[in-house]
């Protein structure tokens, strides 16, 4: 395994057009235990606010905290007694890993923090996107067991991701990703959102609050109450 990667703030935008999927205007305040949404999203070729920026020193602004759920790439069928924790990527999913690494980095949405399942596919798309992209590979990295157990549970993995976004960052990191699985990761994204999110293998929701700490960005946006930006697709 390589050496811990350091830690990196955001870089200057660059921007590029490219296909999302955008959220009405409306917010849908949803109750802790919902696992569906009300709302749909349309489809919308646009181009990406700059990277969240820290509010200046003395400034009374609330700085914007960014969530990117990103679904592993595809996985390969694996050996006949490979476990399915075990499974790597496939030829297609390694591509997928690049492509969606190359829009993160023209978006300017680079993580300062990574908290990634330890299932291999995930892994694996990981270590593509850091080689792909440098500001990736200065992120600090956190691999989460239980991101790969808590997905299959109904309607757990958006208080479990809260968790560990809180315990592992500081107020300082404006940008985390999380990696992981469906049908978890999906759903997650549609209660923070409030939207319905459908995340196929290597689809990322872009999400968004302020908060002056994660704890308060949690607190003050609830369920539903963080804006979909969109969803990056290879």
Known sequence: MRAPPRLLSPPPSATAPHLLLYASSAVCRLPPSAAAVARSVSVSTTVVDAPAAAAEPGSSAT?????????????????????????????AGRADAISVSDKFHQMGWIPELILCSDATRTKETLQI????????????????????SIAAMDGQTAEHLQKAICEYSTDEILTVMCMGHNKGWEEAASMFSGDSVVLKTCNAALLEAAGKSWVEAFSQAGLGGWKLHGIVKP
Not at 65 to 91: C, M, W, Y
Not at 129 to 148: D, N, R, T
Request: hydrophobic content about 35%; glycine content about 6%; aromatic content about 8%.
């Open 63 to 91: 700085p914007r905290r960014r969530l990117i759920l990103l679904r592993h790439g595809d996985s390969a069928v694996g050996e006949r007694f490979t476990r399915d924790h075990d499974r790597p990527l496939s030829k």
């Open 129 to 148: 996107m850091q080689e792909h992209v440098q500001g990736l590979s200065q992120a600090l990295v956190h691999f989460i067991p239980s991101f790969y």
